[in-house]
């Protein structure tokens, strides 16, 4: 396949050359980016050497795909601090199972790049590449902005959230968070278990198919170009933070191009009770998780933590866990009533509720993206329009299980 951003046809291609690319473009804009909190350059030149020195036969299909880890994945021989003070000398002795695989199909790993606080406090110091002055998303910002500058061509991102798919909408790049559960995490940071996805940002939707491919080559990602077009429910927002109209616009421009790609259109709106109820079940699951994971560094270096944090895990441990289990009990009763409204269609919602915000604003709203992390769903961003010459991201979801539906429309939209 072929690299459509910096390199050529990656079988074949000159790895030492990828790598040096990286480090003279990474000189120039990681000043003012800083998406990355470490760069090793002598670790990645012996990598990319190692790879150039493989048979043809032997190269992987990610062969010289260079590729950014947010640090809340474990990377062998790096520091992956989880974005907090208390493990900033944190080296992990092997890779997390996602980076492991990666390797396998030949990717190298670029760097490391910046997560808030526990992928959910203290914010960054990452700039979004369209504009140093706004924010580039969320916890996976780091990873989004590496990639939305060109930098490398993937990334490594996670979502409990929102911190994949707005991001990669704010940066313009593609983000997709799969089924939950379905792409192994093991060595990644644990936040919520239930919430916690493993996810990716690449440049284009051919990419993230074959970034996906590696991470699970057990599960088929594509479809075959013989199956129906999906059709298609533009749903109606069900949160409630106000949708700026230029998103609006790009949602319906979307689903103007999917009509003429064969998909019927049809407005439909959630049953009151998920809008009502979702971000309540979310926080109570959230909290519980926090407290559970991370209670060890509140009770040793507590004072290090930002009070955010603190309050998450103060708050998770007042709750019982038969609240706890309630509110998973909710949490699969809204995801079994979303299947059934999905079926073998697909969701086409705003990613954001605007363009990315001033810095000093935040981070955007979770609105969006909160309700299919919560259940589980396949969410794909794609970005399409601009604003002020910012990135608009559209929002794909499918039924649990049907990724290769998101993927296989994502790639029809950004082909067309």
């Known amino acids: 396949m072929t690299d459509t951003h910096l390199f050529g046809q990656r079988e074949t291609q000159d790895c030492v050359s990828v790598a040096r690319k990286f480090l003279t473009r990474a000189t120039e804009l990681e000043p003012s980016l800083r998406a990355f909190t470490a760069i090793d350059a002598e670790r990645l030149m012996t990598q990319a050497e190692a790879l150039d020195r493989l048979p043809m036969d032997q190269r992987g299909q990610l062969h010289g795909l260079l590729f950014a880890v947010k640090e809340v994945y474990d990377v062998k021989g790096y520091v992956c601090g989880w974005g907090t003070p208390i493990h900033s000398e944190r080296r992990p002795a092997k890779d997390a199972v996602p980076v492991a695989r990666l390797r396998k199909a030949g990717a190298l790993v670029a760097g490391i790049t910046v997560s808030t606080e526990y992928a959910i406090g203290n914010i960054g110091p990452t700039s979004n590449p369209h504009d140093l002055t706004r924010t580039p998303g969320a916890s996976s910002q780091g990873s989004a902005a590496a990639v939305g500058a060109g930098l490398v061509s993937a990334a490594l991102g996670s979502q409990t959230i929102g911190s994949i798919i707005r991001p990669a909408a704010f940066c313009g790049c593609v983000g997709f968070k799969p089924t939950w559960g379905l792409v192994e ?10 919430l916690d996805h493993v996810g990716m940002i690449t440049r284009d939707p051919a990419t993230m198919t074959d970034f ?46 999917l009509a003429a790609l064969g998909a019927r259109i049809e407005r439909v709106s959630l049953p009151p009770e998920i809008g009502e109820h979702e971000e309540e079940i979310i926080t109570t699951i959230l909290a519980y998780g926090m407290a559970f994971n991370h209670g060890e560094d509140f009770d040793r270096q507590g004072k290090q933590m930002s009070k955010r944090i603190r309050d998450y ?26 299947d059934q409204l999905l079926g073998k269609k697909l969701v086409l919602a705003p990613a954001t509720t605007g363009i990315a915000p001033l810095k000093r604003d935040g981070t955007g709203s979770r609105d969006p993206q909160r309700l299919w992390s919560l259940t589980g769903h396949p969410t794909l961003t794609l970005p399409f329009g601009k604003d ?14 049907a990724d290769s539906l998101v993927l296989a429309v994502a790639n029809a939209l950004f082909e067309d």
């Open 185 to 194: 995490a093991k060595g990644t940071m644990p936040l919520a278990q239930p």
């Open 212 to 257: 996906l491919s590696s991470l699970q080559p057990t599960h088929c990602w594509t479809r075959s170009s013989e199956d129906a077009f999906p059709d298609v429910i533009l749903l109606e927002p069900w949160y409630a933070e106000p949708t700026e109209p230029t998103v609006t616009t790009a949602l319906h421009a979307a689903a103007e191009k």
């Open 313 to 338: 895990i103060v708050s998770g441990r007042l709750l019982s866990k038969e609240k706890y289990d309630t509110a998973l009990e909710k949490r699969e009763n809204i995801a079994k009533l979303l």
């Open 388 to 401: 002020q010459g910012l990135p608009i991201g559209i929002q794909l979801v499918a039924a649990r299980g």
